[in-house]
């Protein structure tokens, strides 16, 4: 499959279905129209690779260091019964789960997120032995997670209400028999939603269920950064309130998330999460307990700047990609596309992902090859274009794309048009949602448009009133002059003909 021409023929097809609701006569505005749509509305799409994660070690691996319960090892398997090879960052979180500590972790989507915090829960039970209550809470911010997480916990741990470790789902879509089985029999983890765990606290009937969690040892929020603002708030005094009902004021608290910082470095980025952490749960999380993602690469660097390899550049982008993956390795041009549109160093000597970038434009990766290369830029796209699909194609001996790679399409908002109300060919036409014409002081007032959708012809979206002085007036209908709900005067349309 072409990725670039589905996105091209999905974009295509729903540009055509928004022209097909526009008619617009006049000319400069039609033009405005279009630039909108085609810059705007449907922008080009921007590519990144999807980073390799570092492996860390396997499950049999960890029991035998006594990091794991043996049957952790059985639990954690493929279907062919081969124990899991886990990435870096989840035997980090292994360790610091071990030792005690709170931790959050912040990696990628696909990075194994959940597993940094069911392996170290499900290794706890095992040691602890189940029927001793709910030992573990698990927050998510939406129903589906809670659905899905239920579905991937299934596939460990077949027998959910009866075997070695015990779970089950408690967000507000079971059934009263369901939910008085749960309570009768309270589970060793409890998936549930923050607005679910807030009526566990408060309805008298679901009480017991938390009396249930004396020895609660585990809280986790996963999805962390969506608890924001006041839903943030909320949330926070939440988990001292948890704290608080089950008598466990030292518990280890788990967080997992997307980015959350925007910082320059990496120790800066573990400073802000952490304090973010520590307010959310009300006890300290050290900012070395926040864990990261640890990235290689697939193929090695490349430096364009040796004559050489610039050579090759120049001369690989005429060529076919290799279709072999011993021989994809080592091409150079996909050895500087994981380096454009993959990863890079920070002065930290840390690989970082890279931001995803069009591969077409003046900023592009298209732009930049060519400038390396002296190649024309549209060959430089074409070939990029084609080694990506071509890595994408190739796998491993794990059966892993070797450059796996991601477009993000954005779709943006439809905007309304605003024009100066004067005739055409003298009115400023603007789609920012301005009430006056800038840089004239408030001279010339813009009023929203609209248009007929049989000839195309434009008419200004008004409302009519009398001011405090009785004197009559047009102001742009659904504006912000009125903090009634209900805005008086008569609702009309402008024209010049």
Known sequence: ????????????????????????????????????????LLPKPLVQLNPRYRKGARVHSLVQHGLLHRDCAKVFATPAGDPFELYQHQVEAIEKARAGRSYVVTTGTGSGKSLTYIIPIVD?????????????????????LANSQRNELKKFLPD???GPVRFERYTGQESDEERQRIIDNPPDILLTNYVMLELLLTRPH????????????????????????????????????????????AIRCIGTSATMADAPTWAAQQRTIAEVASAVFGQPIAPSDVIGETLERTTAPIDAGVPAIKTALSARITRPAPDQPDAFLEDPLARWLEGALGVEQSAEGRLERRIPRCIEGPDGAAAELAEVTGEPADACEAAIRATLLQGHRLTDHRGRSLLAFRLHQFLAKGETVYASPEPPGVRHISLRGQ???????RKRVLLPLAFCRECGHAYYTVRRERDARHRERVVPRGSAFHEDDEPAGEPGFLTFE
Request: charged share 25%; aromatic share 6%; net charge negative.
């Open 435 to 441: 009430q006056f014409v800038p840089g004239e002081d």
């Open 124 to 144: 706890h039970i095992l040691r602890e032995g189940t029927g001793k209550g709910v030992r573990a809470v698990i927050v998510y911010p939406m129903n589906a």
């Open 160 to 162: 959910e209400a009866g």
């Open 206 to 249: 679901e009480r017991p269920l938390i009396a249930q969690a004396s020895h609660l040892d585990f809280l986790v929020l996963d999805e962390l950064h969506t608890y924001r603002g006041r839903q943030g708030a909320d949330v926070a005094l939440l988990t001292r309130r948890v704290k608080d009902a089950t008598g466990r004021t």
């Open 1 to 40: 499959m072409d990725t670039f021409k589905l996105r091209e023929q999905l974009v295509d097809d729903y540009g055509q279905l928004i022209r097909s609701y526009i008619t617009i006569a006049d000319p400069t505005i039609a033009q405005r129209v279009e630039a909108h749509l085609a810059n705007e």
